[in-house]
């Protein structure tokens, strides 16, 4: 599967203070370094072509946030409220995602590394082209997918939620795949390795002697 990375600068001018930036929504082609904003509560932000790099965003609201051809590099958003989002051609590197709120968000060619996913809601989500490599998705939403190529990766889908969500053609054979949330038919024509078949019998109920 390929996935378009973002279009994107490593040369770009410093932003100054994010929070002004975000405020004003003109956080274009602009560079973000270990900045702190938390609680604020944004609406309507727009993001293209920026990197962020050791920044905070924490237990905020940015509600309809949009993100286009930018790369977040070990920020932290735990517990932020990002519902209704759109990010397209972006990055997430090394950053957490825990107990953050994407629910109904709308994600796009879109690539996370050695991130962790922790009980990132992401329900109702439109998902095209986003891979998951080296995550740590435990206890994560991602209930009633809309969706078309997936990739996980040695990732960690332990007490995942995946309700509703038909995970045909996945491929989770390098994943950590223990106590999934589904029905069973959400299974149907998923990849897994031999040694997964006895995670997963019990929710298509079988009994293994």
């Known amino acids: 599967m390929k996935i378009e990375m973002p279009r994107i600068s490593e040369k770009l001018p410093d932003g100054g203070d994010l929070l002004t930036a975000l405020e004003r929504g003109d956080a274009e082609n602009l560079l973000f370094k270990n900045q702190m904003i938390s609680g604020e509560i944004l609406e309507d932000v727009e993001i293209k072509g920026c990197i962020f790099q050791n920044c905070r965003i924490l237990g905020g609201r940015l509600t309809r946030i949009s993100a286009w051809d930018s790369s977040f590099r070990s920020c932290d958003f735990s517990n932020c409220v990002m519902e209704d989002g759109y990010f397209q051609r972006v990055e997430f590197l090394g950053c957490k995602l825990t107990g953050t709120s994407s629910v109904s968000s709308v994600l796009k060619n879109v690539y996370l590394e050695d991130c962790s996913c922790r009980m990132w809601n992401l329900s109702n989500a439109t998902m095209k082209t986003v891979g998951f490599n080296r995550c740590d998705c435990t206890s994560a939403v991602f209930s009633m997918w809309d969706r078309k190529n997936i990739s996980f990766y040695e990732s960690r889908f332990s007490g ?50």
């Open 160 to 209: 995942c939620n995946f309700f509703k969500t038909p995970l045909k053609d996945i491929d989770f054979s390098t994943c950590s795949i223990d106590g999934l949330m589904l029905s069973g038919e959400e299974l149907k024509g998923a990849v897994i390795a031999a040694h997964q078949a006895q995670e997963l019998v019990g929710l298509l109920g079988v009994k293994v002697k």
